[in-house]
């Protein structure tokens, strides 16, 4: 099976190609290294001892993209990662996102119909479902998008779900709730650009003097102890649920053409919860303190995931412990990796 992985570079693209490799799978993978580093393509080889078929390319550029994909007309399945994913900027620059979420997607499926390649797995995330009372599943209701960024996400869903009841695609949408954690090689994991907008990035940046302080955005929030929570999810969990899914698809195990999945633990973790489980974990202590509320951010929330469970055979394996041990472990050796 040969499997195309848009995004691959990046921070689950990466885990999902050293699964898909030890897995047995031929792996194709594109990027343009907007959000990632070349470097990345040695330290997956070095995992798997497997070298990986790379091409530099923009998902935007269509001509470029449709002339790879009809050199690839075998491929079996497509994992479509690239994307821009910062909340921040897509509200100061929403033609951007649209541009690259929306747009990238479009050429993609073009490329995919073009070339009678039938079957995608998306990245899609839980910020569809805006503040719910968790569990929550996928039947859920969709809420107006809170930023652009989440907004490509929905648009997509519904842009491969009208693709898939007009043509022979299958699609399985991914909804991430909040990856984190690396590979236990620490060889690959979440490179950041500039400051970190997510908790567990800035957490270890905190510890290793990159930044100064941590603040913690609220805790005036009505749950146990006041600060939100989420659902994490380590990233290696993550990258196997798509194996799950590629299979799910290839194997024609779905009932509909068009199937939705939620990829979380099931378990709701607070911000403090996290921060005493890294003190915890790696015996440092943590420079934080309380501040006031970040604008957008939701109370709680955390998957159900008994449909991944039932339907693609999958389920969580690790805890928030290995989660904060194993992204401490990528956060110390991330300089020399860099520089070498
Ligand atoms: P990432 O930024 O680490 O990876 C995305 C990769 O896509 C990067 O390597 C980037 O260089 C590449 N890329 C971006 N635009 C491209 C383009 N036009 N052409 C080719 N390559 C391009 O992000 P990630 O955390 O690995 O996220 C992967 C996917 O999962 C994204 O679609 C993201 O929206 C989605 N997602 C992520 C999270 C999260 O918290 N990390 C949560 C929910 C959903
Ligand atoms: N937080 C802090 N301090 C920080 C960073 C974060 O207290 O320095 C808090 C946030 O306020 C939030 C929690 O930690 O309560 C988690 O924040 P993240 O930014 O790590 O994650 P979010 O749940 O806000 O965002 C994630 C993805 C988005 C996606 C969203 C969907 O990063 O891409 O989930 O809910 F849109």
Sequence with gaps: MKILVTGGTGYIGSHTVVELQNAGYEVVVIDNFDNSHPSVLLNIEKITGKK????????RDKKSLREFVSKNKDINAVIHFAASKAVGESVENPLKYYENNVGGTLN????????????????????????ATPPVNEDAP????????????????EVLLDQ??????????????NPVGAHDSALIGELPLGIPNNLVPYITQ??????????????????????????????????????KAVEYLSNKKYKSSY????????????????IQT?????????????????GGDITQIYAGCEKAEKELGWKTERDLENCMKTAWDWEKKLESLLIS
């Excluded at 969709?142 to 869903?157: R, W």
């Excluded at 939705?260 to 919860?273: A, I, Q, W």
């Design 52 to 59: 990986v078929v790379f091409e530099n390319i923009d998902i």
């Design 108 to 131: 993609l499926l073009e490329a995919m119909q073009e070339n009678g390649i039938e079957n995608i797995v998306f990245s899609s995330s839980c910020t569809v479902y805006g503040e």
């Design 142 to 157: 969709i809420m107006l998008a809170q930023s652009p960024y989440g907004n490509t996400k929905q648009i997509c869903e």
């Design 164 to 177: 898939t009841n007009a043509s022979n695609l299958k699609t399985v949408s991914l909804r991430y709730f």
């Design 206 to 243: 905190t510890a290793i003097g990159k930044r100064e302080i941590l603040t913690v955005f609220g805790n005036d929030y009505n749950t146990p102890d006041g600060t939100c929570i989420r659902d994490f999810i380590h990233v290696v969990d993550l990258a196997k649920a798509h194996i």
């Design 259 to 274: 199937s939705v999945f939620n990829l979380g633990t099931g378990k709701g973790s607070s911000v403090l919860e996290v």
């Design 278 to 294: 890294f003190e915890k974990v790696t015996q440092v202590k943590l420079n934080y303190k309380i501040g006031p509320r970040r």
